[in-house]
C-alpha cells in the first residue's frame, strides 16, 4: 500500500466514476482501475462494487474512507512542513478572516502579496470569530485575521490597523447631510444589527449603547447574516447601521440606496489584529503577511506607529 494508491481511492470514492477519478488524479483509466484492484488484493477486501452503470462504495470502503484521507492529509503535512523549513515563504499559509473583512481586505493585499512572495500561497477561510480560534487550535489554520482581542497562553497576536466605524444611511435619510455624526445623533436611529456570533454586532450595541435605551426601535429582532444583507436593509428604507471603514470600497457605494458618513464618537473603532499559534514554525510567512496588509491599506484606516 502507498500514498498514491489511497489517493486514487479517494478520487474513486468522491466522484464514484473512474474516468473522472483518473483525470482527477492524472493517469489513465486502466491505470487508475488496477492500481484499485491491487489495493482491494492487497487489503483482502473489496472497496467498491462495480456495476456496468455504477461504482458504490461497500460498507467497509465507507469505513475506510475516513482514515485514507487523513493518511494522506497527513503525509502532505510532513512534506510542507519539511519543505517550509528549506524555505518559510514557500507552500501554502491557511489564513482565515471574519466575513466583515475579508471581501473588502483581500483585494488590496492578493496581487502585492504575489509580487513580493511569489512562492507563497494564501489560502482563505471566512468564519466568525469562535470558529476561526477553534481551526486555529487544532492546525486546520495558519493564522486568522480578526477583530476582537485574543487572550490565550498558546496564541500570538500582532495589531495591524484600526479600522473607523461609519454610519450607513438611506440614501433619503435627513442625516446624510450632517458630518460629522456625533455619538449623540445615533441614539435617534433604528440601528440594524448582524445575527449573533458576529463581532460587528456587538461592537455597534456597544458603541451604540443599545443596551441602556429603554426602546431598541422597530427592528431589534431583524438581524442579518451578512454586511451585505444588512446593507440592503438599510438601502429599504429599515434603518441604519454601522460599517467598517474598509467596507467603503464595496459596490453597495454606488447602487444600494445607502449613504456612509463619519461617525465622531470616542472608541468609534475596531482594531483588526493577525493572530496565530506561537509553535507556528513560519514565523517569515506571517510577518512578511503582516507587511504587505499594512503596507497596502488605503487612508480610512489607521496603522498603529506609522
Given amino acids: 500500500m502507498n500514498l498514491r494508491d489511497l489517493r486514487y481511492f479517494i478520487a474513486l470514492a468522491e466522484t464514484r466514476h473512474f474516468g473522472q477519478a483518473a483525470t482527477r488524479t492524472f493517469v489513465s483509466q486502466p491505470t487508475l482501475s488496477g492500481q484499485i484492484r491491487k489495493l ?19 460498507p467497509l470502503g465507507e469505513a475506510l474512507l475516513p482514515h485514507a484521507r487523513r493518511t494522506v492529509e497527513e503525509a502532505d503535512a510532513l512534506a510542507q512542513l519539511a519543505k517550509a523549513h528549506r524555505d518559510p ?17 483581500v483585494p488590496l493585499i492578493l496581487a502585492p502579496l504575489k509580487r513580493g512572495y511569489p512562492g507563497l500561497k494564501l489560502v482563505l477561510t471566512e468564519e466568525i470569530t469562535a470558529q476561526l480560534l477553534e481551526r486555529l487550535h487544532r492546525h486546520a489554520l495558519d493564522a486568522a485575521l480578526v477583530a476582537t482581542r485574543v487572550e490565550d497562553a498558546d496564541l500570538e497576536a500582532r495589531v495591524l490597523f484600526e479600522e473607523p466605524f461609519w454610519v450607513a444611511l438611506p440614501r433619503r435619510h435627513p442625516m446624510v447631510h450632517k458630518d460629522p455624526i456625533t455619538r449623540r445623533d445615533l441614539d ?36 442579518a447574516t451578512s454586511l451585505e444583507t444588512l446593507l440592503q436593509l438599510v438601502g429599504a428604507q429599515m434603518g441604519a447601521t454601522l460599517v467598517p471603514a474598509l467596507a467603503l470600497r464595496g459596490a453597495w457605494t454606488t447602487d444600494a440606496g445607502v449613504i456612509a458618513r463619519p461617525l465622531k464618537a470616542p472608541g468609534a473603532y475596531r482594531r483588526i489584529s493577525l493572530v496565530w499559534r506561537k509553535s507556528f514554525p513560519r514565523k517569515a510567512a506571517i510577518e512578511a503577511l503582516a507587511e504587505v496588509i499594512v503596507s497596502n491599506l488605503p487612508n480610512t484606516v489607521r496603522v498603529p506607529g506609522r
Avoid at 207 to 217: N, P, S, T
Fill in 40 to 58: 482491494e488484493a492487497e487489503l483482502g477486501v473489496a472497496l467498491f462494487e462495480r456495476t456496468t452503470k455504477a461504482v458504490a462504495l461497500t
Fill in 89 to 105: 515563504l514557500v507552500g501554502s499559509l491557511r489564513v482565515g478572516a471574519i466575513p466583515t473583512l475579508a471581501p473588502y481586505l
Fill in 188 to 223: 435617534s436611529l433604528d440601528m440594524l444589527l448582524l445575527s449573533e456570533g458576529h463581532c460587528l454586532a456587538q461592537q455597534t450595541m456597544d458603541i451604540c449603547r443599545m443596551a441602556d435605551r429603554k426602546d431598541a426601535g422597530e427592528q431589534a429582532d431583524l438581524r
